[in-house]
């Protein structure tokens, strides 16, 4: 039978669907995050953005092809980079955090951190066998090793960052730098991270708020409605990139800035520079509601959309440990109840 036969044989139905599903394909894959298209807004995953919906893996898968890893480098310390590529997802992601001895002592956020895991929705467990643990003196790294199986020790840092660090204290703004290095070694190597500060709690998968189409995804303070907007206040304590070539030059442009602002941290530099990054480099940035990515700046304890919760605008460990307590508690009783009904 020609092939002219078969396809007069088939039922209209087919052929709808087959035109229906090659749109859909067409529209996912060929308005890539590079395309000069005026509907470049259409182009936003907003229910990775706003919601439960498809997950970055799944749709990565679609779209690979916008994705363009650059080639591993050679690192200066090839602990590290092996510790990435053990722990790394299949599809190249790594959870990232640092950690210091005064936030690792027993009961404090280490414990804290973990234990939101194993409270979480969603079987989130797993996702700590992606996760890489970044200890900045011997104290915490020795923590590390006694309750989690990829623990790095930072040894090329300049000051003392054992101790808990007043906030924007040299030590404090130390410390928070180094971060800014390791995730740009971590794409130079062509991995994506999603980098968390360790006093974030974890309810469900963060990953599902992050949109492909991105660039570069940021928590924020406060989120006021649109994800693209600059005047959303930014909060590095999470952060996701891509591994690309756009997004290295981005961290080291980044870096390079502190010497503009040398008294100051990290986040606040990225505030300073964030219209240059989008105008210079083409950035496509996703801020995140606070919906999902949560704190106390802009306090919204909704507990069927909240991914994490951060308590930013908390000044104080003691003060942070005291509230994240209270706020697991109302997350296990809101649990209970949610299984009840």
Known sequence: MSIENIEKRKTPIFHYGITIFLAATLFVCVFSPDSKNPLDRLRQDWLGAKGPGNTTEEMEKLCTKNLVPPQPQESHDDNFTMMIRKAAMDDKRVILT?????????????????????????????????????????????????????????????????????????????????????????????????????????????FRHISVYADLTIATDRFFGNPEDHSNHPNTGIVYAKPTEKNIEVLKYWRE????????????????????????????????STEYWGNFCQPNKNFTKLATFHPCCLVGLEKKIAQIKIMTEEWKKYKSISLKS
């Open 257 to 288: 800035a502190r010497q503009r602002f040398p008294t100051t941290n990290e986040q606040t530099v990225y505030h300073e520079i964030k219209y240059e990054l989008s105008s210079k480099f083409d950035l496509k940035i996703q801020y995140v």
């Open 98 to 206: 640092e950690v210091n001895q005064a936030f690792s002592a027993p009961n404090s956020m280490l414990d804290l951190f973990l234990e939101s895991f194993h409270n979480g929705e969603d079987n989130i467990t797993h996702l700590l066998d992606h996760l890489v643990i970044v200890a900045m003196d011997q104290k915490a790294f020795e923590k590390c090793k006694s309750v989690h199986h990829y623990c790095y020790l930072h040894e090329d840092v300049g000051s003392d960052l054992s101790s808990e660090n007043v906030y924007m204290s040299k030590a404090y703004i130390d410390l928070v730098w180094t971060k800014v290095r390791l995730w740009q070694l971590i794409l130079e190597q062509g991995y994506s991270f999603l980098f968390t500060d360790i006093d974030v709690m974890w309810f469900r998968d963060p």
